[in-house]
């Protein structure tokens, strides 16, 4: 009876080790996944609210920034922003007394909410006249981006410099303003 009663545990423990690997397999294994899933989810979720959270404490400081950059953007007519911004170069030149050698400027319609009027100024001067040419376009309230920056000595002695500006000023479409 030994054998028999042998064949029955060892029938029993096979069925039972079956049943608990197809138990985690249909069972534990997809609960498993889908507490971890769910925890990474709430996680996200959690660092979206503290996120917004965020971002409403800042709403009204955002909103004075956006507004004074749409204020301080071009206007849409092109004649008018391109007057503006020369006129904001020719104001610079005279405040520090270098010589504007050339201007090029380029309209770029990066996307129906703005466009970008790019500027290149080639201007010349000692070094003392260069520096407060430069401060005074960072210090001019048009809403511009400054891109690249060269100064270069047209002398051995380095007494005439040459600089060469590139920046872009934003022009607000109505519809974002």
């Given amino acids: 009876m030994q054998i028999k009663n042998r064949q029955q545990l060892l029938v029993i423990i096979t069925i039972s080790a079956a049943a608990l690997f197809l138990a985690d397999k249909v069972l534990f294994s997809p609960l498993l996944s889908a507490w971890d899933s769910r925890q990474t989810r709430i996680a996200q979720l959690r660092k979206q609210i503290t996120q917004g959270k965020a971002l409403r404490a800042r709403a009204q400081g955002i909103r004075n920034y956006w507004r004074e950059i749409s204020q301080r953007s071009l206007t849409n007519d092109t ?99």
């Fill in 79 to 177: 004649s008018a922003a391109e007057q503006q911004v020369f006129q904001a170069a020719t104001q610079w030149a005279q405040d520090s007394g270098v010589t504007i050698g050339a201007i090029n400027r380029q309209w770029k319609h990066d996307s129906d909410e703005y466009s970008t009027y790019e500027c290149h100024i080639d201007a010349s001067g000692d070094l003392g006249r260069l520096t407060r040419f430069l401060w005074a376009a960072e210090r001019e309230p048009l809403a511009l981006r400054f891109q690249s920056i060269e100064l270069g000595a047209r002398d051995k002695e380095g007494r005439q410099m040459s600089l060469s500006l590139q920046f872009s000023a934003l022009i607000l479409t109505p519809s974002t303003r």
